[in-house]
């Protein structure tokens, strides 16, 4: 008797979260248009994020203005695809990008 208690319970907060999600459509934007640096963008496209909060490039120390993430694809893609030939997504990639960092943390003075 008690599991049939629960199972309702369960489904009215399914309709309840059904219901917020409809109605928070417009949350889905901002979330898309990130604009806080993600630290998923140091692996995908070896950039870290500078005092300002910017992303800077590891590879040429080339700043971007935005936190987007299509501006840093862009930029990675098209300035850099032999680094991206070179160490494919994953370990390589991850290990590649850490001693980029190690190199850069020793050359800035900040
Ligand atoms: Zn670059």
Same mark, same amino acid.
């Given at each position: 008797?008690?599991?049939?208690?629960?199972?309702?319970?369960?489904?009215?907060?399914?309709?309840?979260?059904?219901?917020?999600?409809?109605?928070?459509? #417009?949350?889905?934007?901002? =979330? =898309?248009?990130?604009? =806080?640096? %993600?630290?998923?963008?140091?692996?995908?496209?070896?950039?870290?994020?500078?005092?300002?909060?910017?992303?800077?490039?590891?590879?040429?120390?080339? #700043?971007?203005?935005?936190?987007? #993430?299509?501006?840093?694809?862009?930029?990675?893609?098209?300035?850099?695809?032999?680094?991206?030939?070179?160490?494919?997504?994953?370990?390589?990639?991850?290990?590649?990008?850490?001693?980029?960092?190690?190199?850069? %943390?020793?050359?800035?003075?900040?």
């Amino acid at each position: 008797m008690n599991e049939k208690a629960i199972s309702f319970d369960q489904k009215i907060i399914n309709i309840t979260s059904a219901v917020s999600i409809a109605s928070g459509k #417009k949350k889905r934007r901002t =979330e =898309e248009e990130n604009r =806080e640096f %993600n630290q998923d963008w140091t692996e995908s496209f070896a950039f870290i994020c500078n005092t300002d909060g910017l992303p800077t490039c590891l590879i040429c120390h080339e #700043k971007l203005a935005h936190n987007k #993430k299509s501006n840093l694809e862009r930029h990675f893609t098209t300035k850099h695809t032999q680094f991206a030939g070179k160490y494919p997504t994953g370990d390589a990639r991850k290990k590649a990008d850490e001693e980029l960092q190690k190199n850069n %943390n020793s050359q800035v003075s900040c």
